[in-house]
């Protein structure tokens, strides 16, 4: 029988987690490197990565760096012997010295087709893009952002109703099967490295808050896939009276009229964009339930006919 390799692993949101319970049952993970656990919630209680909560069931050993590159980071690596790190979606940049320590390399699982949407948001993005596909590739890493040798690249369909989160689970399932079928080939010599081409990267940016405000002035289709793209978070919105308004579900409509404005709220909540509208299914106040239309509407006597969502 084949000796386990001793592996590393690096992530830490949950799209990190099947492809991490997929190398402990094949390889020895000797090591979970996480994000620090950070504040959340109302009460900004100290919440743990969903990485190392698994992590810690498992009985793995966990280290939880503000910097990965410090240099006590740097010797406890060092110190294990690793013959693979694995990452994904791990938060940080690995420095250049960091990616010698491992005798086969440092592999990275990352949610898209590279080079097509490198960065921190792939999967958000290719839903906001219109995308009808996306996928997964593992890359043998290098000091650069996603932008090592190909691997292996695995595609799948993005389902009209896909959301980041619904996309992300979805490629947390690919990304665990797509990295043991990586580390299989590596293993019998049946896989080389393949240069991306520089000329097709596209790039996306770490999330902020700012970027799920809805533009009205974008086409429906457009709006709707922003929408589908920034939930869960940060959550699509618009503005009412100065009062921010979550917008979680909207349909295409033909009706015209002008963006942004208010063409009906008795029934139903119909929005003007660009070229058309959109029903607003479901939405929520800031701090409150989130509610299908209907509902918003018969409790809630804010949002009249004419009036123009968005900044004043």
Known sequence: ??????????????????????????????????QPDRPAGRGRALQQSPVKEAARARNIPCLQPERVREAQVMEALEALRCDLIVVAAFGQILPEAMLQIPKAGCINIHASLLPKYRGASPIPMAIAQGEKETGITTIMMDAGMDTGDILLQRRLDIEDTDTAFTLSERLSVLGAETILETLALLKRGRLTGVPQVESEATYTPLLRKSHGEIDWNRTPEQIRNHVRAMDPWPGAFTHVGG?????????????????????????????????????????????????????????????????????S
């Open 1 to 34: 029988m084949e000796r386990a390799r001793r592996v590393i692993y690096m992530g830490t949101p949950r799209f990190a987690l099947r492809p991490l319970a997929a190398l402990a049952e094949r390889e020895d993970v000797v090591l979970v490197v996480t």
């Open 243 to 311: 009062e921010m308004l979550k917008i979680w579900r909207v349909i295409p409509h033909g009706k015209g009229g002008r963006p942004g404005q208010v063409l009906e709220a008795g029934v139903r909540l119909l929005v003007g964009a660009r070229e058309g509208s959109v029903i607003v299914a479901e939405l929520q106040v800031a701090g409150r339930t989130r509610l299908r239309a209907d509902a918003f509407l018969r409790g809630r006597h804010s949002i009249t006919e004419g009036m123009t969502l968005g900044r």
